[in-house]
């Protein structure tokens, strides 16, 4: 079984900043694939970022590109979601998630790829 636990979510004001952690238990992951998706309000779940554990490419959503970073800490099992240029449209529940077999170009932005969630965090970001 796989914990997934989430943290760093709060209120900003647009153009701020926030920096999302996941920390990982349970199981090793270097053949995992780990990624950050989000829902807002009435709204489907969005892709944001995913990468492998063992590395390669990182993908990332159209609507991110350029302001979001993702990084992984290898020793501490946690990946990192740095976000910059932070706007309205951003404000949802943030989700990481754990998949059990690496993406690839053409899967990395499908739910189903992932296996594991954690609980989520609110980012809101006022105008």
């Known amino acids: 079984q796989v914990q997934l636990v989430e943290s760093g979510g709060g209120l900003v004001q647009a153009g701020g900043s926030l920096r999302l952690s996941c920390a990982a238990s349970?199981?090793?992951?270097?053949?995992?694939?780990m990624g950050w998706f989000r829902q807002a309000p009435g709204k489907e779940r969005e892709f944001v970022t995913a990468?492998?554990?063992?590395?390669?490419?990182?993908y990332y959503g159209d609507s991110v590109k350029g302001r979001f970073t993702l990084s992984r800490d290898t020793a501490k099992n946690t990946v990192y979601l740095q976000m910059n240029s932070l706007k309205p449209e951003d404000t949802a529940v943030y989700y990481c998630?754990?998949?059990?077999?690496?993406?690839?170009?053409?899967?990395?932005?499908?739910?189903?790829?992932?296996?594991?969630w954690g609980q989520g965090t609110q980012v809101t970001v006022s105008s």
């Open positions: 998630a754990a998949g059990l077999g690496p993406i690839n170009s053409r899967n990395y932005y499908l739910a189903t790829k992932y296996n594991y």
């Open positions: 990468c492998n554990w063992s590395g390669g490419n990182i």
């Open positions: 349970g199981r090793t992951f270097s053949r995992y694939a």
